[in-house]
T-cell receptor, first 111, second 111 residues
């Protein structure tokens, strides 16, 4: 079956702009989590959605938000981009309390 | 591809030798653990998991050991191959919460 699909793969934005990233989970998976990965901070949890509800949230500012649709697809949005938001954004889907399957990620560069 | 952790601890092993990658986890209430492998330009890939009611689990060429007393997890790779070169992350989960990832270890397989 198809894996987790993230779009776009690469993105370049200017400081102050906003960006929306998309994630399509594995069919049947209702939990979608988002992570930010940087060389200095490693994999940092952003938030998790389950059945269209945000279930957990990491320690990120309110500029980072997300949502999940009825088909389990998820989007995350970052507003007022800062240079420090440059990172690989990873989406993972899972069934309840099982392994998370990751997508390839979206590489965001803020200039 | 994208760099993952420019300053990660590195383990170098000869091809054919066994590798042991260690991880200290933080939450004594965590009940589910996963090892992930991340190659350059890709998202983390599931290797093996273990629940807290076990102390050892074996897969194909890989073994995970869990020591709850000292909150320690290890990944053993038998007969290490060049294709095993990657960054390895441990992740812990407390039922219903998000995964928390360790900082990662870079495994380098020498010919």
């Amino acid at each position: 079956k198809a894996g987790v699909t993230q779009t776009p793969r690469y993105l370049i934005k200017t400081r102050g702009q906003q960006v929306t990233l998309s994630c399509s989970p594995i069919s049947g998976h209702r939990s979608v989590s988002w992570y930010q990965q940087t060389p200095g901070q490693g994999l940092q949890f952003l938030f998790e959605y389950f059945s269209e509800t945000q279930r957990n949230k990491g320690n990120f500012p309110g500029r980072f938000s997300g949502r999940q649709f009825s088909n389990s697809r998820s989007e995350m949005n970052v507003s007022t981009l800062e240079l420090g938001d440059s990172a690989l954004y990873l989406c993972a889907s899972s069934l309840m309390n099982t392994e998370a399957f990751f997508g390839q990620g979206t590489r965001l560069t803020v200039v | 591809g994208e760099s993952v952790g420019l300053h990660l601890p590195t383990l170098s092993v000869q091809e054919g030798d066994n590798s042991i990658i260690n991880c200290a986890y933080s939450n004594s209430a965590s009940d589910y653990f996963i090892w992930y492998k991340q190659e350059s330009g890709k998202g983390p890939q599931f290797i093996i998991d273990i629940r807290s009611n076990m102390d050892k689990r074996q897969g194909q060429r890989v073994t995970v050991l869990l020591n709850k007393t000292v909150k320690h997890l290890s990944l053993q790779i038998a007969a290490t191959q060049p294709g095993d070169s990657a960054v390895y992350f441990c992740a812990e989960n407390n039922y219903g919460q998000n995964f928390v990832f360790g900082p990662g270890t870079r495994l380098s397989v020498l010919p």
